[in-house]
């Protein structure tokens, strides 16, 4: 949960799948009419796995790439019905450390949590996959797996940890989910103002920073100009400490600006 704690710390969904595209035969099936609360390991890594090869079923919305200090993150969310199925969080700490967090719901309560880790020391890289599993909150399951290579990792099975004895629901997780949720909406410490647009020679950046003092930063690639990107070149002064409506694809780890007037996909698009 190292990442989730940096946008503490620092400060890293639906009616699943059980519409009319969906068959008997469904690798799903076996789990409509399951409730969050009886679903087992296994049961929950099988529905985990039908939600990551039918996402393109799914509503998708990405955030603006946020920053502080060499702390990079954004976050996917992959919705239904207006129900979260699954939320992305893609972390980067400098060359220190890159971190993908899952968080994968069924009914609109959290039953598993995914984290691939990769952590560079003097020693190497360390690859590191955990996997939480709950109900109603209440952690019942963490397996993880350590190697020194990538490769090395995916042939290696995962292996039980011990789980605390006086195991009870855990607010953290909902704390978690919430704050990933504000970082998509761009709420509380993730509603950004315009700063400044940068005019370099060779690129040009919308900058905007967070309404709460010494916090969160978003800047974004200008690769085409319209009529946003001209007033805000032209009377900057104007749009200071100002909420603007734009949209965003990230590529890269990188958000960019997508022009009124462009032809580009609105698919994921953002605004």
């Not at 990107?229 to 780890?253: C, G, R, Y």
Request: charge should be neutral.
């Amino acid at each position: 949960m190292k990442s989730v704690y940096f946008l503490i710390i620092i400060g890293a969904f639906s009616t699943i799948l059980g519409c009319n595209y969906i068959k008997s035969d469904h690798p799903q099936a076996d789990l409509n009419d399951s409730n969050a609360t009886n679903l087992t390991a296994k049961s929950i890594v099988k529905y985990s796995d039908s939600i990551d090869k039918n996402l393109s079923q799914f509503s998708k919305s990405t955030s603006l790439v946020y920053m502080l200090g060499d702390l990079s993150f954004y976050v996917e969310k992959y919705s239904q019905n207006n129900q979260a199925v699954l939320l992305v969080e893609h972390s980067y700490n400098g060359a220190t450390s890159n971190s993908l967090k899952k968080y994968y719901f069924k009914n609109d309560s959290l039953i598993l949590e995914k984290d691939k880790n990769e952590l560079a020391n003097e020693d190497g890289t360390v690859f590191k996959d955990t996997r939480t599993y709950l109900r109603s909150n209440t952690v019942f399951k963490i397996e993880n797996k350590t190697a020194s290579t990538e490769a090395a990792l995916n042939s290696l099975p995962f292996i039980d940890l011990p789980l605390s004895k006086n195991n009870k629901p855990d607010q953290s997780y909902l704390e978690n989910v919430n704050s990933l949720n504000n970082v998509v909406n761009g709420r509380d410490k993730f509603d950004v103002v315009f700063e400044s647009i940068t005019t370099y020679p060779d690129s040009r950046y919308i900058i905007l920073r967070s309404k709460i003092q010494n916090s969160y930063s978003a800047s974004i690639l200008v690769k085409d100009r319209d009529a946003l990107i001209d007033s805000l070149l032209n009377d900057p002064i104007n749009f200071k400490d100002q909420k603007l409506n734009f949209k965003w694809v990230v590529k890269d780890k990188e958000a960019i600006y997508v022009p009124v007037a462009s032809n580009t996909s609105t698919k994921g698009l953002n605004k």
